[in-house]
């Protein structure tokens, strides 16, 4: 399969604990996209990379959570002293960017997050 | 926050009929988008809409855009049991794709 893969796929954790997820985008894709969806409600945009720098961060993404892309390559998200309103699906996209096109964003099966 | 809404936001069909989704958003736009998600699943993309464009058709979907009403339809036509998921419009505010602005979804049941 060469789609966008996230793991794991499910997590289940106390308040107060850190949790980390990972992406892997398309092989090539030079933007990752992290969006974060709640129950009933569409994905919201969280942070995005070209290649391993992060240009842009939505002021959903408090100091608690960090993502990077070290390499270019696949994404980690992470989140530190999770609280219960941090339980959402966490969903990975990719795209390959041509500045004078669209870029379809790709997206993964997501990570589904639940803080007890 | 939500760009824009979707209506209604659940709807519920017999096998064979069409569905009509509508999406409103506020800004302006280069593209609008629409997504299906089966449920606890990711995104799967439909189709693309340029602000330029009025209709546009890929099989049995049919998407229009009114730039001066801020709104989009999705019309699925002879619906399918295999139809059923929440359906979403997306929009992007520029050709780079940034980042994509979600509504809220219209959840679609299609009974056989």
């Known amino acids: 399969d060469t789609g966008v893969s996230q793991d794991p796929r499910h997590k289940i954790t106390k308040r107060g604990q850190n949790v980390t997820f990972r992406c892997d985008p398309i092989?090539?894709?030079?933007?990752l996209y992290w969006y974060r969806q709640t129950l009933g409600q569409g994905p919201e945009f969280l942070t995005y990379f070209q290649n391993e720098a992060q240009l842009e961060k939505s002021r959903l993404l408090s100091d608690r959570f960090s993502a990077e892309r070290p390499k270019g390559s696949f994404s980690t998200l992470e989140i530190q002293r999770t609280e219960q309103g941090d339980s959402a699906m966490y969903l990975c996209a990719s795209s390959f960017h041509l500045a004078s096109s669209y870029n379809e964003q790709f997206f993964g099966p997501g990570t589904r997050l639940t803080v007890l | 926050s939500q760009q824009g809404e979707e209506d209604p936001q659940a709807l519920s069909i017999q096998e064979g009929e069409n569905a009509t989704m509508n999406c409103s958003y506020k800004?302006?736009?280069?593209?609008l988008q629409w997504y299906r998600q089966n449920s606890g699943r990711g995104l799967v993309h439909l189709i693309l809409i340029r602000s330029n464009e009025r209709e546009k058709h890929s099989g049995r979907l049919r998407v229009t855009l009114d730039t001066s009403k801020k709104s989009s339809s999705l019309l699925i036509t002879a619906s399918r049991a295999a139809d059923t998921a929440s359906y979403f419009c997306?929009?992007?505010?520029?050709?780079?794709?940034?980042?994509?602005?979600f509504g809220g979804g219209t959840r679609l049941m299609v009974k056989p």
């Open positions: 997306a929009t992007a505010a520029n050709n780079a794709g940034n980042m994509l602005t």
């Open positions: 800004t302006s736009i280069n593209n």
């Open positions: 092989s090539e894709h030079n933007r």
